[in-house]
């Protein structure tokens, strides 16, 4: 499955930002698609994830309470709305999806910038 990401900004402190992340090819409704977060100079970290023929999903500590994931089978693509963004958000977010079966996401978006300034 190929994914494009898109909705990446910069924002105030405060502010939101819905990243989408559109899947093309391949099955989508039994694949685990999951978005990530990588700082600079720092590793990429889980920030939330769902199936979605399932749901709910499921999210990082700091994830909880600002951000929300979700899908939409007949666009086949997931969404990350991201609320209350605080200067440590900033990132590149990159969205992958990978069997259900398995523990390896297999294909990954080309990433999107978010910046949240302070």
């Known amino acids: 499955v190929q994914l494009q990401a898109s909705g990446g900004g910069f924002v105030q402190t405060g502010g939101s930002l819905r990243l989408s992340c559109a899947a093309s090819?391949?099955?989508?409704?039994?694949?685990?698609f999951g978005w990530f977060r990588q700082a600079p100079g720092q590793e990429r970290v889980f920030v939330a994830a769902i199936l979605p023929s399932r749901g709910p999903p499921s999210y990082a500590t700091f994830a909880k309470g600002r951000f929300t994931m979700s899908a939409d089978n007949a666009k086949r693509t997931v969404y990350l709305q991201m609320n209350n963004l605080k200067p440590e958000d900033t990132a590149v977010y990159y969205c992958?999806?990978?069997?259900?079966?398995?523990?390896?996401?297999?294909?990954w978006g080309q990433g999107t910038q978010v910046t949240v300034s302070s």
């Open positions: 992958g999806a990978r069997p259900n079966w398995t523990n390896e996401y297999d294909s």
């Open positions: 090819g391949g099955p989508f409704n039994n694949r685990i």
